[in-house]
């Protein structure tokens, strides 16, 4: 492992995990548990599940040890969490709605601009669960979860050009919902 000065790459944690670091699996775990969870939340729309599914997601990848290409744990995780949560999605026959979640909002700023900007949270929230599911999902993973065009590509199973479309159609849905509720200062 690097020196103590500086934050080990995913790429260093998980060769140290394969080659018998325990603690190396639990910083990943660490790393991107709560991340993971959210973003299965707002596929699925349980946190029992989502948190479930986290795991499961983590446990499939550090019990299996499969070959994970140089920079790619991340997108490797959330694709293998995105298929869980699809089995579990048709296991449940249930429709899946996106949101963002509430605690994006940091405690440090003023009561009257956290009381507008809940309000923008509120009718984001609502927007976005008025466009396409396709285009929520890759507004949500390129921009929540900032992730690159390729990481969102391969969790979708599609290429950079469709992750391409769907953004760019995704701001322009997006857009047009957030100027039907009044809002025309978001940055899209």
Known sequence: MPNNNTIPSDDELYNDYLKGDSAAGDQLLLRYGDSLASYLFSFIGDYHDAEDLMLDSFAAIL????????????????????HKACRLWRKKLKLSEFSLPDDIISDEISPEKKTVNDENIR????????IPKQYREALWLKYAMDLSYEQAAEIMACGRKKIDNLLMNGKKALRRELEKEGITHYEI
């Open 123 to 130: 009718s984001l929230h609502k927007c976005l669960n008025l």
């Open 63 to 82: 019990v299996k040890k499969p070959k994970i290409g140089e920079g790619c744990f991340k997108a490797y995780l959330f694709k293998t969490a995105r």
